[in-house]
């Protein structure tokens, strides 16, 4: 008898509330294993604000997240030293992991993604900025991938890198995307929860 993958993450009677406004109201949530979830809905629905609450950077008003898997997440926008290089960033990103940075393997991810390593992140696009950004989570490498519209401003090149790095990254972990591109993600995502309400 087959059993589902077991629940990186579950929330539960989630909710937030900035002021009098009711963001996220009472939502039941759960990423199992090998799946990938698109969080749809139009700006001011609460997709931003659900990734920081499964990544705990934002405490809910009521209800609970759980879970004991290692989370990444991908802001709109990422957010780097703009002074250092891209190869610094990533190795910094380490040294806060209490990992030793591997240059070579720095090399071969900014490679991957097709950004200079040595130029400081003040010259870099969005779009590099964004490529960064998944450089540094598949350096990482965490359980659950949380990404908040990862395809925004990524050219055609960048969006099917993106594809690929998403369907490497479920394989024995789990992903989340937040997009309002439903064409994009239908090919992705096993999931769909759409968001509704808002402020």
Known sequence: MMTDPPS????EALSKRYGRDW????????????????????????????????????????????GRARIG???????????????????YALRLEDRTPDLAAIRRILERVGLPGKKPVLSYSSGMKKRL??????????QVWL?????????????????????????????????????WITELADRQVVLGGGV
């Open 8 to 11: 990186l993450l579950h929330a």
């Open 23 to 66: 963001v996220i109201q009472g939502l039941d949530f759960s990423l199992r294993g090998g799946e990938v979830v698109a969080l749809l809905g139009p700006n001011g629905v609460g997709k931003t604000t659900l990734l920081r609450l499964l990544a705990g950077l934002v405490r809910p008003t009521l209800g609970r997240v759980s």
């Open 73 to 91: 997440l991908l802001a709109n926008p990422p957010a780097f030293y703009r002074h250092l290089s891209g190869e610094e960033n990533l190795a």
């Open 133 to 142: 950004a998944l450089a540094k989570l598949q350096l990482l490498w965490p």
């Open 147 to 183: 990404l908040d519209e990862p395809e925004a401003a990524l050219d055609a090149q960048g969006r099917e890198l993106l594809g690929e790095i998403v369907r490497q990254a479920r394989k024995g972990g789990g992903v989340v995307i937040a997009t309002h591109d439903r064409a």
